[in-house]
């Protein structure tokens, strides 16, 4: 049996920017306060893949024989960016990794996703998978950087 040990827990909050100092240092050490900015957008929403179909008839095959991804922890989110090197892949990428089909495949937590065509990337962030954060949970990939290699492990149909 192993004995027990401390953990920490992570607990992001938000302060008005007025609590912060903004301020750069140069590199001979001076240093100026840094503009503050007065506003602040939402972002616009990503309409939905239109026909959420997933090719069918073709091949089937790891994701990750046609997709790339990098992925990490943020608090107790993981974030994952999967994309692909060929152009003619991207329509196939984006009706490929929906939103349903990855909470079929990470049933535990919410996803959240985002389009970026001009880089043929699909962003996921999976709220709550890494509990309240890395250094509290007990998962074995605490920081979630083999969420990646998870998705890109799925069978699918390829292109």
Not at 44 to 61: I, K
Request: with cysteine; net charge positive.
């Amino acid at each position: 049996m192993r004995a027990p040990w401390p953990r920490i827990d992570y607990w992001p909050a938000l302060l008005p920017s007025a609590l912060v100092p903004h301020r750069a240092v140069l590199a001979d050490g001076t240093e100026r306060e840094a503009p503050v900015s007065s506003s602040t957008a939402e972002p616009e929403p990503v309409p939905p893949v239109a026909g959420t179909s997933v090719p069918s008839g073709g091949p089937r095959g790891m994701l990750g024989t046609v997709a790339h991804a990098r992925a990490g922890d943020k608090g107790g989110n993981s974030n994952v960016g999967i994309w692909v090197p060929d152009p003619a892949h991207w329509e196939w990428l984006r009706h490929t990794v929906t939103t349903e089909r990855v909470r079929e495949w990470v049933p535990d937590c919410e996803v959240v996703r985002h389009e970026l065509p001009r880089l043929r990337v699909v962003h996921l962030v999976l709220k709550g998978l890494l509990g309240t954060g890395g250094s509290s949970n007990l998962r074995v990939d605490q920081l979630g950087k083999s969420v990646g290699e998870f998705l890109r492990s799925k069978h699918v149909a390829l292109p």
